[in-house]
């Protein structure tokens, strides 16, 4: 649904809409640099939650981030999102792009009354990246593609953290990311510690140091995985903003991980990416691009069931896929990007 952009002139002044999460906030992140590359006369707002604004802000790429509170009440954020809309109204926005959809984006947007407007398709069985480039194309601002990597306002940022950890600053760095949040969402931890053995035994991955990022919801995955694998851990789980767990996963070689954010994180940096799916739905989330492999449920008869609990009691979805089938497909992902590099 929309109205798109009829002016002679590209608009002035522009606003995007997303709120949560903070996995999907990121996905739209390269749409808009792609955007803001095809139109630089026009400025670019964005609108998303408290706890999603530290990327948003740390990147390059918009004018202002306006961030609004209500936590994970729909209402919070209606009643935050009426608080914000005089400062949005004062902006005189030509265009706004809603890329949530909801009862607090929808009512910014009719509070501002923009000359041209679209809003993100929710529903589709369809990536999430393809209906964003569609939204904005609905918009009337032609077709953007992807760019990446996204540029930092501090790229160094979370460097010392590295540094502290023991990274040598040049030794290939692996994040090993099991933080699905359900159970169903989760690569076994002994399928991702035989993958780092088998990876750190082969050439020219010998030297690789394997990386933990993430919350601190995750430090008892981490103690197991460093009982494991030993000095060649970085642990910084707990340890990061995002912002700073967002430039630090950049300087990876590959990322192996369960759907989450910083998948999300990754693939949107052109990091080489595998991503397990059990729950999932992947044709939702899946990463894009030829620097991703994604494996995936939906060839089962339960496949992406979107369930916390697997209704068969073993999570076979994600078992199935063996340390020796990632390595593989590992390996294959990373000497296709290094050939294409070299190009």
Not at 57 to 74: C, K, M, Q, T, Y
Not at 152 to 168: I, S
Not at 195 to 212: N, Y
Not at 237 to 263: C, F, K
Request: charged share 20%.
């Amino acid at each position: 649904m929309g109205r798109p952009w009829r002016g002679r002139q590209p608009p002035r002044r522009m606003l995007a809409i997303r709120l949560h999460a903070l996995g999907d906030v990121v996905i739209t992140l390269p749409y808009l640099k792609a955007l803001s590359e095809d139109h630089p006369e026009t400025a670019i707002d964005f609108v998303t939650l408290a706890e999603n604004a530290d990327i948003p802000r740390a990147v390059a790429l918009f004018d202002r981030v306006f961030a609004i509170g209500g936590g994970r009440s729909p209402r919070g954020h209606l009643v935050a999102a009426t608080a914000l809309a005089p400062r949005l109204m004062a902006r005189r926005y030509d265009v706004v792009v809603d890329l949530q959809r909801n009862r607090a984006s929808r009512w910014m947007r009719r509070m501002i009354a923009p000359k041209a407007w679209s809003e993100f398709d929710r529903y589709s069985a369809r990536s999430a990246g393809e209906r964003t480039q569609e939204t904005i194309t609905f918009a009337g601002l032609g077709g953007p593609t992807t760019t990446a990597p996204l540029p930092m306002h501090d790229p160094a940022a979370g460097l010392q953290l590295l540094y502290q950890a023991g990274w040598n600053g040049r030794d290939p760095l692996v994040v090993l990311n099991p933080a699905g949040c359900w159970n169903t969402k989760n690569w076994p931890l002994a399928a991702y510690i035989d993958f780092a053995r088998l990876w750190r035994q082969s050439t020219p991955w010998s030297a690789t140091r394997f990386l933990l990022l993430g919350t601190a919801s995750l430090a008892a995955s981490a103690a197991e995985i460093r009982a494991e694998l030993g000095a060649t851990v970085l642990d910084l789980v707990g340890r990061t903003s995002p912002a700073e767990a967002y430039a630090i996963v950049r300087r990876a070689a590959l990322i192996v991980t369960d759907d989450s954010g910083l998948m999300h994180m990754a693939w949107v940096s052109g990091v080489p990416t595998v991503a397990l799916f059990g729950a999932s739905r992947a044709y939702w989330s899946a990463p894009q691009g030829a620097h991703t492999r994604t494996l995936d449920s939906s060839d089962m008869p339960c496949g992406q069931c979107m369930q916390p609990v697997c209704a068969l009691g073993d999570v076979r979805c994600l078992k199935r896929h063996t340390p020796a089938r990632v390595y593989e497909l590992a390996r294959e992902l990373t000497d296709s990007v290094a050939m294409a590099s070299a190009l």
